[in-house]
């Protein structure tokens, strides 16, 4: 099991820029793929973007290519989430997600992540 805790979360105008950061604790961050999701308001929670254990394979979602970037630095326990042109639409609650991993797909069902962070709110304002 991974602890995680989000962080970077805040307003920010339509066109900006904002870097979400998750620190895990616990012994097992190496060796977990991890996952961004995002969940607005009376909306289901959707994929965002995931990355491999090493950082060497990513996957992201149709409606962030181009504009968004997940990385890790497992030294620091740490994934990060850069979200650049950052549209009203990009609203919601960002959460991280961890999987025990000993392989690479592209990672991109709740389903796919066992350990969940409480959250960070994103608001782009128009």
């Known amino acids: 099991q991974v602890q995680l805790v989000e962080s970077g979360g805040g307003l920010v105008q339509a066109g900006g820029s904002l870097r979400l950061s998750c620190a895990a604790s616990?012994?097992?961050?190496?060796?977990?793929?991890m996952g961004w999701f995002r969940q607005a308001p009376g909306k289901e929670r959707e994929f965002v973007a995931s990355i491999s254990r090493s950082g060497d394979n990513t996957y992201y979602a149709d409606s962030v290519k181009g504009r968004f970037t997940i990385s890790r630095d497992n030294a620091k326990n740490t994934v990060y989430l850069q979200m650049n042109s950052l549209k009203p639409e990009d609203t919601a609650v960002y959460y991280c997600?961890?999987?025990?991993?000993?392989?690479?797909?592209?990672?991109?069902?709740?389903?796919?992540?066992?350990?969940w962070g409480q959250g960070t709110q994103v608001t782009v304002s128009s």
């Open positions: 616990g012994r097992t961050f190496s060796t977990s793929a």
């Open positions: 997600a961890a999987r025990r991993s000993t392989g690479w797909r592209d990672y991109a069902l709740r389903s796919d992540f066992e350990s």
